[in-house]
C-alpha cells in the first residue's frame, strides 16, 4: 500500500507565494518520476510540472518561471514552490508519483487526495 500526503495549500494575494509538499509512505521501494497537476473549476486536470529521480524537470508554459518543482529522494518527498501567483492558478494541486512497491515489479502512478489553492484579493 502506498500513500500520497499533500500540504501546504491555502489562500494568498495575487503576487504571493506559497510552496506545496508531497510526502509517500508506505512499502516503497522505488520511485521514478514525480509531479504536479492542477484542476480548476469546470476545467480538466492539467499537468503543472514533473521531476525525474535525477533531478531534471518540466512545466507547463503558464507556470514557467514562476513554480519551481524539487525533491527529496531521502524522504520520498516533492515540493512545488509557487511565486508570483495569479488568479487563474487557483485550483485543486494533486501530485503523483510513480511507485514500485517492495512486493512488485512494475511501477504504477500513485495519486493524492488533493490541496486546494486559491488566489485572490
Known amino acids: 500500500q502506498v500513500q500520497l500526503v499533500e500540504s501546504g495549500g491555502g489562500l494568498v494575494q495575487p503576487g504571493g507565494s506559497l510552496r506545496l509538499s508531497c510526502a509517500a509512505s508506505?512499502?516503497?521501494?522505488?520511485?521514478?518520476?514525480m509531479g504536479w497537476s492542477r484542476q480548476a473549476p469546470g476545467k480538466q486536470r492539467e499537468l503543472v510540472a514533473v521531476?525525474?529521480?535525477?533531478?531534471?524537470?518540466s512545466y507547463a508554459d503558464s507556470v514557467k518561471g514562476r513554480f519551481t518543482i524539487s525533491r527529496d529522494n531521502a524522504k520520498n518527498t516533492v515540493y512545488l514552490q509557487m511565486n508570483s501567483l495569479k488568479p487563474e492558478d487557483t485550483a485543486v494541486y494533486y501530485c503523483?508519483?510513480?511507485?514500485?512497491?517492495?512486493?512488485?515489479?512494475?511501477?504504477?502512478?500513485?495519486w493524492g487526495q488533493g490541496t486546494q489553492v486559491t488566489v485572490s484579493s
Open positions: 503523483n508519483a510513480d511507485v514500485k512497491q517492495l512486493s512488485g515489479l512494475a511501477y504504477y502512478k500513485y
Open positions: 508506505g512499502s516503497i521501494f522505488s520511485i521514478n518520476d
Open positions: 521531476i525525474t529521480r535525477g533531478g531534471s524537470t
